[in-house]
């Protein structure tokens, strides 16, 4: 594989250990779901945990196979190492560095933002110059792009 997708070799190696010990406790726990028959309500119950935990293995596995892969973030228009400079409702600035997933920073000159965060959402197919809105725990909160700067080829 030739593209990062936007990880960082540290990502990159957490995510494909993730997938490894995932693929692995999910084939663990296929064989018993098939063969299992069901008996008394605390069985059923039992069974529908089981298969609910498969389930969500499932769908974490193919997300893991996406970001490795790059393609859950190609609807993306915002490419990660982006860096963005905002301007809060309170006049503070901050330069962030746009990232695919959270992962370990190399340099402290920029804070990260995740792609999938309700900021880094509210950015996408924005420009420098436009006032944006998100959400945050205390509620809606706008912010203004003064620069989004493109990763460095």
Known sequence: MTSTGGLSPTA????????AQLREQRNAAAPRLSEESVGDSADQADMLERAEAA?????????IVD??????????????GTT???RFDDGDEDTLRIVAIAEDV?????SVLTLDSPLG?????HQAGDTITYRTPQGEATAEIVELKPPQA
């Open 12 to 19: 990159r190696a957490r995510l494909e250990e993730e997938l």
């Open 55 to 63: 389930a969500w293995m499932d769908r974490r596995i193919n997300e």
């Open 67 to 80: 970001m490795l892969s790059g393609a859950s973030r190609e609807e993306h228009a915002i490419p990660p």
């Open 84 to 86: 963005v400079t905002l």
């Open 106 to 110: 190399d340099d402290d000159s920029a």
């Open 121 to 125: 959402r509210a950015i996408v197919d």
